[in-house]
């Protein structure tokens, strides 16, 4: 099975395990699955991915979770918290604005680690075991240290975890702090961060679990399946369009192997599968700049910067895997400022889903396309939201109101409720975390010396 869309289900090679094997995308070299480690092809050092001789059908799922999903993945059951089986939200307020036929938003911070990366890691951390090594690693914007140190805990194996320095979330390293990985931080961003930590599996000192292991994957791949089972139970058919955050491009691989392993058991017509479309931050862009470009390969860059860390990454990995994805689905990638993901990031909190920025840039991109008319009105749309809320407290508080100080006393609270003048609090506020301008300062002041005047008139009562 090529990356093609329409690649026939393989004959099983020697080198498999009860079905399962590992082979290079690029050269077709095959490997036993866990006999050795392998993070790339031992041949060509190109991405691998883990083949199966039986491709699945919709049949073969029975239970709940990525579990459910078994007869796609290399084993029965894994190290399990449990992960999936997340909300397929309704939003018809933003489906209405947005003018589209359907929205959807697939909420994967409803994991137990609140992210998407809980869905790898049941996977990854199962083969770990089967691998017998007891050093876990990774590198990491933050969610997938947290997972990583959860599942590694949960596993009772040592977990190490490399992050860029002052770039992480705070409720991410509080995870990976209590659950128990030892945290380094690397003075540098992601990537050099993805560096040091193949250099340390390279050398046998470590077990990698970033999306680079292709068993990552296969537990991620769980979405797609999730999404179209759900999709087709309410509608009677499967979305037109997913559109989803990209940084290690990890996610869109997995979704367009999810497609690929469904067409080739028959379950799914090419015709069905969704338009895979990425969404990236201005400021780490290098996916859209390789679609836009219409090229087989990204530039990595070297100077990565967004409000989204999570996605805060110039060189993605998995580009190899995911760039056929977006080409063969006829999808797209587009990026979104820190300014209209932090709006994305409102509009879902108004209608009760409450996610962190990089989350939040699957709205703003399907917006951005919106408008410009590349995608149409009469489609339906599942937008993925990866991470949960509280990951990012300090977003959240930029993003959100600020708590308004009321004295120890029902009547001043009840007056201070029905004053208008705490709207006029909320709204200089809002002005002056929007801008550094002389205005915002000197509104800034307006609300100072309006904030003394209550005082002295509640003190006057
Ligand atoms: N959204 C969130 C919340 C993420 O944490 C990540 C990746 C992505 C989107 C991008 O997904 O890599 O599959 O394209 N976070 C990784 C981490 C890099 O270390 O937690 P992708």
Known sequence: MSLALSAPAQSEPACADDGVWLECIECGAQWAPFDEIHYTCADCD???????????????????????????????????????????????????????DSLRVKHEGMNPTGAFKDRGMTVGVAVA?????????????GNTSA???AYGARGGMETLVLLPSGKVAAGKIAQASLHGARILEVDGNFDSCLDIVQDLAARGEVYLLNSLNPFRLEGQKTIGF???????ADYGEYPDRIVLPVGNAGNTAALYKAFRELVAGGALDEEQVPT???????????????????????????????????IRIGNPVNAPKALPGIYNTGGTAVAVSDEQITTAQRQLAEAGIGVEPASAASVAGLRKLREA?????????????????????????????????????????????????????????????????????????????????????????
Not at 130 to 136: N, S
């Open 46 to 100: 190109s991405l691998l991915e883990v083949r199966y001789a039986d491709p699945p059908t919709f049949d073969d799922f029975e239970g709940r979770g990525v579990w459910r999903y078994n007869a796609a993945l290399p084993f029965e059951e894994g190290v399990t918290l449990p992960e999936g089986d997340t909300p397929l939200h309704e939003v018809p307020d933003l489906q209405a604005e947005l003018g589209v």
């Open 129 to 141: 075991k089967e691998l017998g090594v007891d050093r876990l690693a990774c590198a990491s914007t």
């Open 147 to 149: 997972a990583l140190a």
């Open 226 to 232: 999730e999404i179209l089972e759900k999709h087709y």
């Open 276 to 310: 895979l479309t990425g969404v990236q931050a201005e400021g780490a862009a290098p996916m859209v700049e390789a679609v836009e470009n219409g090229r087989d390969e990204i530039d990595r860059w070297d100077d990565v910067e967004t409000r989204a860390t999570a």
């Open 373 to 461: 008319g590349e995608i149409t009105a009469d489609e339906s749309v599942v937008c993925l939201t990866t991470g949960h809320l509280l990951k990012d407290p300090d977003a959240a508080f930029e993003a959100g109101g600020d708590p308004e100080p009321v004295p120890n006393d029902t009547d001043a609270v009840l007056e201070h409720i029905d004053d208008g003048g705490s709207a006029l609090d909320s709204a200089i506020r809002t002005v002056s975390k929007a801008t550094d301008s002389s205005l915002a300062a000197a509104l800034g002041g307006l609300a100072a010396a309006y904030l003394g005047y209550r005082k002295l008139r509640s003190n006057e009562k």
